[in-house]
Every structure is written in C-alpha cells, then in structure tokens.
C-alpha cells in the first residue's frame, strides 16, 4: 500500500475529525487535531499489537500440535506457560508504547533548543 492509497478507517478518522473541528473555534483546531491524530495512532498501536498476540497465538497452537506428543511434561508446562505470559502482556508492553500525558508546548520547545545546542556542539568534519 502506497501513502496515496487510503483505507475507510482514514475516511471514517477524517469525517469524524471534520464534524469536531466544525463545533470547534478556529483557535482550538491545532489542539482538536492532534488529540483526534493522538487518540487513533493509540488505537492504531492496540490493533497492531492484538494482531500480533493473535498470529504469535496461532503459531504456539500449530508448533503444540506437531511436538507435543514428542516431548516430556515438562516441555509442555513449559510451553503452557509462555502461551500464559503471552496472554497476560499488555499491547503497551507488546509494543513498547507508554501512554504517558502529553508534553507541554515549553516542554517540547526546550526539547528543541537542547537538541539544537547538541547539534551545535558537535564538531563536523
């Protein structure tokens, strides 16, 4: 899929982002944006990360059905137990993703001028 090509998620996502920015002031869209962008990559990372739980599940089943009956108790305790702590992993941690509260805009700035100073700092040759 080429980024040209879009999916009904996008065009649902889009509408729904239009109706709220129609209610809103023009001086709130920046901040009506990027909460709507926020909100659907988070639920974007909880579909990805559920996907891969679902397939990491099924490719446990198959392997359990060819080698179990191959090995001892306690290789499939074993296994077992990590189909358990698969299970209980949350897709924030699947994925590494926190959902911490959002910088501020002095926060993010500061951010820019460290990175900035950093990049001056650097000799280039």
Sequence with gaps: MTTSETWEVDRLAAAELLARLKEAPEGEWGTIAAE???SMRLHN???????????????????????FRDRDASWSDGFVHAEKCLLATSTSDLLGVSSRPARSKGQVLRALLRSARRQKSVPTT
Excluded: G, N, P
């Design 36 to 38: 709507a962008i926020a």
């Design 45 to 67: 990372y909880d579909w990805a990360a559920q996907r891969v739980r679902q397939s990491m599940l099924a490719t446990l089943e198959r392997e359990a059905d060819r080698t």
